[in-house]
């Protein structure tokens, strides 16, 4: 484990990266210490060779390929400065009671393997052989220390050995060879960053009271530095992993309040220890746009052509390169859509950039201080597949669109995507009507005009009462959440024109969610203590006189629940939750830990595409603030909502289903112990199941782990410590409250775990995949409203009557916006080529034990069996709420999936 001394850092890195001569290479690469020159054990009885595969991927997609890099690292190669490997094994030297190495050893070939030049956007894996001499008393390999004496970083993706037959004690019988895999993919830099070398864990879990002697030092080790000392600015190379709050969403003509703070709870998320702003002291300087990257810790950050990584580059490709050129395209121009024709030769002809956005490479500095975006990379995820013209933005059809172009305008398609569409999950049984408010009565008035008259019509013959006791009237309120907010996002400058809405939806005898009301309120106007409210109604059964108020009514209720899914069931409850948790884990529980073995790939990108949210999209002035209704109170106004509804157990899907009277409790012959209110609720029958496969993995894992001992759980530091930080840091304005659950048994971690397995993949998916298919035809779900509804007899409303489709195209996006909002979610859309769905995984270097891979393979056939049954249900013509008069497919829980925008597959982890 020999290092060398560095300058200020919490990796022990310098404050700037390496840069200089061949010369200044040579004195910082040197290389340290020889280490155990007695081939790694006690005893010179005998020696014995371990081989061993090194596979490294060199050359990278958004990173500079660095020519003159290259040829120092061939030279410092050919010197004797090498990427050096030495094992570590289990067991302590019995003569120095220190951890056991073996001799060093090193790549011989680096400079005349493969081809070190090459396209800059392709990628390739190296596999190198290693070879290490050990005495015969060295014990099993637990770990490999790594050093980078070249120039430039690699990817480490894997070390496999070859560890050679022994001799019993009682026979002189030698055993079988056995191989140990080593999963690493970490990013290794030169040594001069850090001051300890790099060490990788065998795929060997072990609780932290039963870490084999030799590793225990190591474990601790890393930790620690995983963790940093809290202190200084993160640089590219940091794999420091530390909390901070949201205070630089703004900048100093665009203040936003800091979100992480008593008035407004918000999880945290990753430090970057910036330097604080000038202009308001409680903030951190914020990035400016196209400048500089935003610190994400380096393992975090991906970069192969077309996987996750890359595709969340792309949205920084919309904002620098294409936001722009749509800017300049619309700027002067009408920039209305005059026809629903308009809208959809978005999709046929497209809009021509050519002249807006430069096709060319970029001149690259070759000793850039970062690694550089290549835009001409980039641009390719939001062109045609084809490549055939880079100057042509062309959408693909939404699956909204495919077989009826004219169905999304019922009352049927309305009320369906409650349970089906891309916000699922915020419909609730009415408890009570006429609806109650939590808001001040003396500042808003009564809480509603809806009365019992507005919705009896609608009721197939029942009362209200009996209709609320046979749980068939639903509603979806957002009143209480905007009314505050709304004369701020009224008033605004260029902003929109918002209603704080409620639907109430009735459960027909036809098995479909019908909408029988929309209240839409605004807050009293100066001088008056009454809101106004207006109520819409469909029109009555058998009348052909079209209703475009109620239309409208429709189209703001829409929007409003745009905005609420991107800004809380989307970026809130999956993104923003789960970055805490990666935090906690990474800082808290070893690699080794069978739980950050089980967790990994639920946190596989996130970091990376939070902080291109954070920099592009949630940020002042971002896509949302400028395209969605709440505008410049959109984040606020997402910790006002956590603070008021959010809870971790609550995210469990039973228990977000029985919270809001969706579901009741039953017996564990139904999928999650619940009963559905709503037997056809696409979401919750799928994710019901969903969450019991997950559930019933994850408890296999917890039993084979802790041999379902509730004793070894308590017993257990890292994840009693990891918990503790969760709770108290990560949710430092929840900690105290009572629902937090504990783990201290079997029962209470599966039900932890299964929950963050759920935020982190089925949630996301359900909430994520789809927004292209139902918001990529802007009509259907507009971000925003510009006009609020006329008045009959006013001048608006003759204009509405005389041009209705104009009327309501001018009420919603602009081109400029609507491209904007479908250029972004055509990303979110889309599936990469490296995402790991639910029931497998991408490589069988994960785990080792044999009871684990055989829980697993239970799981991939849950998974198959799961994805039959969905196959089974969305073919069956009584199941109403599957297809609708869209005719799209329930498939967003639908387990597995290939690459591109396929709106179905369940990865593991927010990956976009």
């Known amino acids: 484990m020999s290092g060398r001394k560095k300058s200020t850092g919490e990796n022990g890195g310098p404050n700037k990266p390496l840069v200089g001569g061949l010369s200044d290479l040579v004195r910082c690469a040197g290389g340290g210490g020889s280490g155990d020159e007695r081939d790694g054990g006690g005893s010179a009885s005998g020696v014995r060779h371990i081989t061993g595969t090194v596979v490294i991927l060199k050359k990278y997609v958004l990173d500079l390929v660095d020519t003159a890099s290259s040829l120092v690292d061939t030279t410092l190669d050919l010197l004797g400065y090498k990427v050096e490997f030495q094992l570590v094994s289990v067991d302590l030297d019995p003569e120095t009671n220190a951890p056991k190495l073996s001799r060093k050893t090193k790549i011989s070939n680096w ?128 794999r420091i992993y530390d909390y901070d709050v949201y205070n630089d969403l703004g900048n100093v003509d665009n203040p936003r309040p800091v979100l992480g703070t008593m008035k407004f709870p918000y999880p945290r998320r990753c430090r970057t220890g910036r330097a604080k702003s000038e202009a308001d002291p409680s903030s951190e300087m914020s990035i400016e746009e196209g400048t500089s990257l935003m610190y994400v810790p380096r393992d975090e950050r991906f970069t192969r052509v077309k996987n996750s990584g890359f595709l969340a580059s792309g949205v920084k490709s919309v904002v620098h390169f294409i936001i722009p050129a ?39 500095r070759t000793n850039s201080k970062l690694p550089q975006e290549n835009p001409y990379v980039l641009l390719q995820t939001i062109f ?26 019922s ?51 029942l009362t209200v009462t009996e209709a609320l006791k046979q749980k068939r009237l639903f509603t979806i309120d957002y009143h209480d959440i905007y009314m505050p907010y709304l004369e701020r996002i009224n008033l605004a400058k260029d902003g929109g024109k918002a209603y704080a809405p409620r639907s109430i939806f009735f459960y027909t005898k036809e098995g479909t969610m019908k909408p029988i009301a929309i209240e839409l309120s605004v807050p009293p106007h100066s001088g008056s203590t009454s809101a106004i409210r207006r109520i819409f109604l469909p029109p009555a059964a ?41 935090i906690a884990s990474n800082r808290q529980l070893s690699r080794m830990h069978p739980l950050f073995n089980l967790l990994l790939p639920c946190f596989k990108n996130t970091l990376n595409i939070n902080a291109i949210a954070w920099q592009s999209l949630i940020n002042a002035t971002g896509i949302i603030e400028d395209n969605f209704s709440p505008g410049k109170c959109s984040m606020e106004m997402s910790a006002v909502t956590f603070q008021a509804t959010w809870r971790f157990d609550t995210q469990a899907l039973p228990q977000d289903l029985i919270s809001r009277g969706m579901a009741v409790p039953a017996d564990d012959s139904y999928p999650g112990g619940v009963k559905l209110v709503v037997e056809d609720y696409p979401f919750a029958k799928d994710g019901l199941e969903l969450w019991d496969g997950i559930k019933m993995w994850i408890a296999k894992y917890v039993s084979i782990m802790y041999k379902d001992s509730d004793e070894l759980i308590q017993a257990d530091t890292e994840l009693q410590s990891w918990w503790k930080e969760l ?34 993949g089925p949630h996301h998916a359900a909430v994520n995949f789809g927004q292209y298919a139902y918001a990529g035809f802007m009509p259907n779900k507009p971000s925003m409203t510009r006009k609020f509804i006329p008045e009959k007899n006013s001048p608006e409303y003759a204009q509405l009557l005389s041009n209705p489709e104009k009327y ?36 069988d270097m994960w785990t080792s034990d044999e009871q684990v891979k055989a829980a697993f393979a ?11 049954k969905i196959s089974e249900r969305n073919r069956d013509p009584s199941l109403k709420n599957r297809h609708g008069t869209t005719n799209i497919p329930y498939t967003l829980l639908f387990p597995t999936s290939t690459s591109g925008l396929t709106g179905q597959g369940v990865p593991y982890s927010t990956s976009i």
């Open 858 to 868: 239970d799981f991939t056939n849950s998974m198959n069996n799961l994805e039959k």
């Open 411 to 461: 009352d049927e398609e309305y009320g369906r995507q409650t349970l089906s569409g891309i916000n699922p999950c915020v419909i609730r049984a009415l408890e009570v009507f006429p609806p109650i408010s939590s808001l001040d009565p003396s500042v808003y008035g009564r809480a509603t005009a809806l009365q019992e008259n507005h919705i009896l019509p609608n009721l197939e013959g």
């Open 727 to 760: 709770v108290n840091v990560g949710f430092a304005d929840m900690k105290s409250a009572p629902w937090w659950p504990k783990p201290n048994s079997c029962k209470s971690l599966v039900e932890i775990l299964t929950t963050i397995s759920w935020i982190a």
């Open 111 to 238: 400079a005349t393997q493969g081809n070190v030049g090459g396209s800059v956007i392709a990628s390739e894996d190296f596999v190198y052989k290693i070879r290490f001499k050990v005495a015969d008393d060295f014990g099993e390999p637990g770990a490999v220390l790594v050093r980078n004496n070249h120039r430039t970083h690699f990817f480490l993706q894997s070390i496999t050995l070859e560890y050679p037959p022994t001799a019993t004690a009682a026979a002189g019988v030698e055993t079988s060879s056995s191989i140990i895999k080593f999963p690493c993919n970490s990013w290794i830099y030169n040594t001069y960053y850090y001051t300890k070398d790099r060490v990788f864990f065998s795929n060997k879990v072990h609780l932290p009271g039963a870490t084999p002697p030799g590793l225990k030092a190591l474990r601790e080790q890393e930790l620690e530095l995983l963790r940093g000392d809290g202190t200084g600015e993160r640089q590219y190379w940091d």
């Open 808 to 843: 309501f195209l001018s009420t919603t996006n602009t081109q400029l916006s609507a491209t904007i909002v479908m250029a972004v979610i055509e990303l979110l859309s889309t599936h990469a080529v490296d995402e790991e769905y639910q029931g497998y995984r991408n490589s």
């Open 542 to 582: 058998g009348s052909t006189e079209k209703d475009y108020c109620w239309e409208l009514a429709k189209i703001h209720a829409n929007s409003i629940d745009f905005g609420y899914h991107e800004l809380v069931t989307h970026w809130l409850r999956s993104h923003a939750v789960m970055e805490p948790i990666i």
């Open 384 to 409: 045609s597949a084809d490549g055939s013209d880079k100057s042509l933005l062309r959408f693909p059809l939404p699956q909204l669109l495919t077989v009826d172009d004219t169905a999304w305008l």
């Open 326 to 364: 749509l800017t300049s395209i619309f700027d002067g121009t009408p920039n209305e859509f005059d026809s629903m024709e308009d809208v959809k030769s978005l999709y046929i002809n497209g809009v021509d950039l050519h002249g807006y956005v430069n096709e060319n490479k970029p001149d690259y």
